[in-house]
C-alpha cells in the first residue's frame, strides 16, 4: 500500500472483449490544479484503442479536470466516492476524521481495490499491472463495514477487507464481491438505520423490474445474522471481461459541486445525441422519474445515472441504487431536476406536466405514470415476496415509502380536457379514475362500527385499489396518516358487497 505521494499514476483499461488490462495514459499531478491525464503513444497507435470517455477524445494533448473535479470526469467515475475514501483515509492516512479533500488524489487512486466501476484500473507503474484485489469474505467485510461506521478502530486482519469497499463509488457502506455465480456488489445495512434499507432497495429493483426498467439480477443473502443485498455487476462482461462506463456527472460536464445545474431533460438530450437507440431514450428517462417518484427515490443525482460507453456511444446502464428513502412530511422534492426550468417536486401531477420537455405527449405521459403506479399496486405482494419484506414492511412501506400520498396529490390519471387514456394493460377495462369513490362517506362510516378489517386487509379482502386507500388515510377526515396505514381500521359495512362506490371495481377485476 502506498501512503507516499507518487506526482504519477499510470491509468490502465481493459480492451473490449480482453481479460487483461493494458497501459493506456498518465495522470500527471499539477498540484492545486488537480491531476492532468494525457494518453499514452502505445495507446494511441493500438488497434482497439478507444477514448475513456466522451471527456477524453482519443489525442495527443493533456486533458485538465474542469471545475471543480480533482482529475478528469470519466477517470473520477472509476475513483473511490465517499465511502471508499472514509476507509482509504482511517486505514492509509491513519486519520478518520480529516477531509479527503485535503490529501492528494492520487493517494485513493492508488490504495483503493482494482475492481472498480468500469474498464479502469490504477497503477503505480506502467509496465507491471499488480492487481490490489484480494478476496475476501463477505462477513469479514461487514465486520469491516460496522466497525467503521462504528467509529472503531479495524483489527489489521480486517483492514485489507475494508479495502474491497473502496473502488465503488457512493455513501453507503459496501463491497465487491465474487463468487462461482458472477461479480455482484454487495450492499450492507448499518446500526444507523432508522428503517430497513436493505429490503427497501431490495423492493425498489423487484418493482421496478415489473414494471419495465432495465434492473440488475438481486440477491439477499444472510451475513451475521444479517441481509446484504447483492446487485450483479453490469459492468461485468463473460470470463473477466469489463465494460466501461460513465456516470451523469460525466455525461453532463458538470462536478459535484455543479451538478444541480444539470437535470433528467439535459441527460436525455445528451445521450440520445450518441445512443444508438435515440428513439427510446426520453421515455425511458421519463419512466424512471416516474418510478423514483412513486418509491420515494430522492437521492436520484447525477453519479446514481450512468451509461455504458464504447468509444463512441452511450447507452443507459441498467438503474440501480433504487432505494426509497423516508421524509417526514407528505411533500419531497427530487435531487435531480426533471423539468427544464428546474420542477423537481415529488409529484405525478407536476411530473406529467413538463411532458414536452422529453418530447412527450401529455397523454403518453400519463400512459407512463398510470403504468407505473399500477404496476406497483398490482403486483405489490409477489414483488415483497421476492424482496422479503416482513409482514410489518408490507404494510408500513406501502403508502409511505412507496406510493406516498403526497406523490398522488392532485393527479388525475385521465387528463380532464383530453381523450381517453389506457392504463394497464395488464388489466382491461379497469379505470383509474376514482372520482366516483366517495371518500368523505366511507370514513364517516368507519367512526361508527364494531366491526373492522385493517386497511391493508380491506385491500386484499374487497379489492380496495392502492390509490383508494392512499386517499382513504391521507386526505380522509379521520386524522390517520398514511403512517398508520397498517393501524387504520376500516368497517366492514362500509365495504359490503364490495367497494362498489370505488370506481366499480370489484375483487374479481383484479
Ligand atoms: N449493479 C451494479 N453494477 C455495477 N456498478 C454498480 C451497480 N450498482 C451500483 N453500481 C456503481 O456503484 C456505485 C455505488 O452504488 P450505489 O449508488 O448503489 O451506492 P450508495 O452508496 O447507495 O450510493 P449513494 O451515495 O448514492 O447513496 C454507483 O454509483 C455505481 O457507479
Ligand atoms: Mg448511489
Not at 489489521?156 to 456488489?185: F, V, Y
Not at 415529488?346 to 405521459?365: Q, W
Request: negative net charge; hydrophobic residues 35%; charged residues 25%.
Amino acid at each position: 500500500m502506498s501512503t507516499s505521494t507518487s506526482d504519477v499514476v499510470y491509468v490502465w483499461a481493459w480492451p473490449s472483449g480482453e481479460t487483461e488490462p493494458v497501459p493506456v495514459g498518465v495522470l500527471r499531478s499539477r498540484g492545486d490544479d488537480g491531476l492532468w491525464f494525457t494518453y499514452g503513444r502505445r495507446w494511441l497507435e493500438r488497434a482497439g484503442s478507444f477514448a475513456l470517455g466522451p471527456d477524453l477524445p482519443l489525442g495527443t494533448r493533456d486533458f485538465e479536470p474542469h471545475g471543480d473535479l480533482r482529475m478528469p470526469g470519466s477517470i473520477r467515475d472509476a475513483a473511490p466516492d465517499s465511502w471508499g475514501q472514509l476507509l482509504i483515509t482511517d486505514r492509509i492516512v491513519g486519520d478518520r476524521n480529516r477531509d479527503p479533500n485535503t490529501i492528494d488524489p492520487q493517494v485513493f487512486l492508488l490504495n483503493s481495490g482494482s475492481n472498480r466501476l468500469g474498464a479502469l484500473d490504477f497503477q503505480a507503474s506502467a509496465d507491471d499491472y499488480v492487481s490490489r484485489d484480494d478476496d475476501a469474505a463477505l462477513a469479514q467485510l461487514q465486520e469491516a463495514a460496522d466497525l467503521i461506521i462504528a467509529g472503531e478502530v479495524l483489527p489489521p486482519q480486517l483492514a485489507a477487507a475494508a479495502l474491497h469497499g473502496t473502488s465503488m463509488g457512493g455513501a453507503r457502506p459496501k463491497a465487491t464481491i465474487r463468487t462461482s455465480d458472477g461479480e455482484w456488489l454487495a450492499k450492507f445495512s448499518t446500526s444507523r438505520d432508522t428503517y430497513d434499507v436493505i429490503h427497501a432497495e431490495a423492493m425498489g429493483i423487484a418493482l421496478a423490474r415489473r414494471v419495465g426498467i432495465d434492473v440488475p439480477e438481486f440477491k439477499l443473502v444472510a451475513s451475521m445474522g444479517r441481509d446484504v443485498l447483492l446487485a450483479r455487476r453490469f459492468d461485468r462482461g463473460a470470463g473477466g471481461t469489463r465494460r466501461p462506463v460513465v456516470s451523469g456527472l460525466t455525461i453532463l460536464a458538470l462536478d459535484e459541486s455543479t451538478w444541480r445545474d444539470g437535470g433528467y431533460p439535459s441527460l436525455v438530450d445528451a445521450i440520445r445525441l450518441r445512443s444508438e437507440r435515440p428513439g427510446e431514450i426520453a421515455e425511458r428517462i421519463f419512466q424512471r422519474v416516474a418510478f423514483n417518484i412513486a418509491i420515494r427515490n430522492n437521492d436520484d443525482h447525477l453519479r446514481n445515472h450512468a451509461a455504458f460507453w464504447d468509444g463512441q456511444h452511450l447507452e443507459l446502464t441498467p438503474a440501480y441504487d433504487l432505494s426509497p428513502a423516508p421524509t417526514s412530511g407528505e411533500t419531497a422534492g427530487q435531487a435531480l431536476a426533471y423539468g427544464r426550468e428546474g420542477q423537481r417536486n415529488s409529484s405525478f401531477r407536476d411530473v406529467v406536466a413538463v411532458a414536452a420537455d422529453y418530447g412527450l405527449s401529455n397523454r403518453r405521459a400519463r400512459e407512463i405514470v398510470n403504468h407505473v403506479i399500477d404496476t406497483i399496486a398490482d403486483t405489490w405482494n409477489e414483488a415483497a415476496d421476492e424482496a422479503e419484506l416482513s409482514r410489518r414492511d408490507r404494510s408500513s412501506f406501502q403508502g409511505w415509502l412507496f406510493l406516498n400520498p403526497g406523490t398522488l396529490d392532485g393527479y388525475t390519471p385521465v387528463d380532464p380536457a383530453g381523450p381517453p387514456v389506457k392504463t394497464s394493460g395488464n388489466r382491461p377495462g379497469r379505470s383509474l379514475d376514482r372520482g366516483r369513490f366517495d371518500f368523505r362517506r366511507f370514513i364517516d362510516d368507519a367512526a361508527g362500527s364494531s366491526d373492522e378489517v385493517s386497511a391493508i386487509d380491506a385491500r386484499e379482502q374487497y379489492g380496495l385499489g392502492f390509490q383508494d386507500l392512499a386517499a382513504i388515510v391521507g386526505r380522509g377526515e379521520s386524522g390517520a396518516r398514511l403512517d398508520d396505514l397498517g393501524e387504520l381500521r376500516i368497517p366492514t359495512s362500509a365495504l359490503a358487497g364490495g367497494p362498489t362506490g370505488a370506481a366499480g371495481s370489484t375483487p374479481a377485476d383484479r
